[in-house]
C-alpha cells in the first residue's frame, strides 16, 4: 500500500459544479495534513491544512477522518482557474519527522 | 516582497559535468528543502536543512551534495554520480514548527 494514495483523475466537471477529492493515508501516527495545489509545470503552492475538525476557507472544505485514515477536499461551485492537480500530503513517520509524503496528485479540469 | 528564488529556470548539462542549482529566500525561514519531481511521481525529497551548518539526507541523496552556510542559502549540486539527472527540482522553505512550505518556482534540468 503507498504511503498517500490519490485517484489520479482526471476529473472533468462544469463550471459551477461541486468536487470532492479523497486521499489515503497508511501511518496512523501521521499528524499534519495539508492539500496543495499544482499549476501545470509550476511549483506546488499551499491550499489549506486540514484540521481535526474539519475546515473551510470560501469555497473549499477539508475534511479528516482518522479511524478511516483518510482526508477529503470538497470545492464548491467551480471556477475555470481551480483547474489544477491537487496534491494531499501527509507528515512522516513519528511526531517530530519533518519529512512530508506527498500524494501523485488529482487532476481537475474545469470546463465552460 | 518576503519569497523564494530559484536560478536558473531552465538548465542544460552535459554528461559528466556538475552543475549547482540556486535556492535563495528572505522569509527568515529556518528550514529549507530540496525536491524533485518526475512525470508520474510524488515530490521526492533529496535533502533538507533545519539550521545553518546543518543538514540531512532526504529519500534520495545519491548522486547530490547541498550546503548551508547563510540561513538564506540552500544551493543544491547535482554531481556526476546523478545518473538520470533530468526532472524538476523544486526548492521550499518553512518556519522550524509550520508545514506549510513556501515553493520557489523550480529549475528544470535536463541533460544533454
Known amino acids: 500500500r503507498k504511503e498517500v494514495e490519490q485517484d489520479p483523475g482526471p476529473f472533468n466537471v462544469p463550471e459551477g459544479a461541486t468536487v470532492a477529492f479523497n486521499c489515503t493515508y497508511s501511518?496512523?501516527?501521521?499528524?499534519?495534513f495539508f492539500w496543495y495545489r499544482q499549476d501545470c509545470r509550476k511549483e506546488p503552492k499551499l491550499l489549506m491544512s486540514?484540521?481535526?475538525?474539519?475546515n473551510e476557507d470560501g469555497r473549499f472544505t477539508a475534511q479528516l477522518n482518522r479511524a478511516s485514515q483518510y482526508i477529503s477536499l470538497l470545492i464548491r461551485d467551480s471556477k475555470l482557474s481551480d483547474s489544477a492537480t491537487y496534491l494531499c500530503?501527509?507528515?512522516?513517520?513519528?511526531?517530530?519527522?519533518?519529512?512530508?509524503?506527498w500524494g501523485l496528485g488529482t487532476s481537475l479540469a474545469v470546463n465552460p | 516582497d518576503g519569497g523564494i528564488t530559484q536560478s536558473p529556470k531552465y538548465l542544460f548539462r552535459k554528461e559528466g559535468q556538475n552543475v549547482t542549482l540556486s535556492c535563495e529566500q528572505n522569509?527568515?525561514?529556518?528550514?529549507m528543502y530540496w525536491y524533485r519531481q518526475d512525470p508520474g511521481q510524488g515530490l521526492r525529497l533529496i535533502y533538507y536543512s533545519q539550521i545553518v551548518n546543518d543538514f540531512q539526507k532526504g529519500d534520495i541523496a545519491e548522486g547530490y551534495s547541498v550546503s548551508r552556510e547563510k540561513k538564506e542559502s540552500f544551493p543544491l549540486t547535482v554531481t556526476s554520480a546523478q545518473k538520470n539527472p533530468t526532472a524538476f527540482y523544486l526548492c521550499?522553505?518553512?518556519?522550524?514548527?509550520?508545514?506549510?512550505?513556501?515553493f520557489g518556482s523550480g529549475t528544470r534540468l535536463t541533460v544533454v
Open positions: 501511518n496512523s501516527a501521521s499528524q499534519s
Open positions: 522569509l527568515n525561514h529556518d528550514a
Open positions: 500530503v501527509v507528515n512522516g513517520k513519528g511526531g517530530n519527522n519533518r519529512k512530508l509524503i
Open positions: 521550499a522553505s518553512s518556519a522550524w514548527e509550520d508545514y506549510g512550505y513556501t
Open positions: 486540514v484540521y481535526s475538525s474539519g
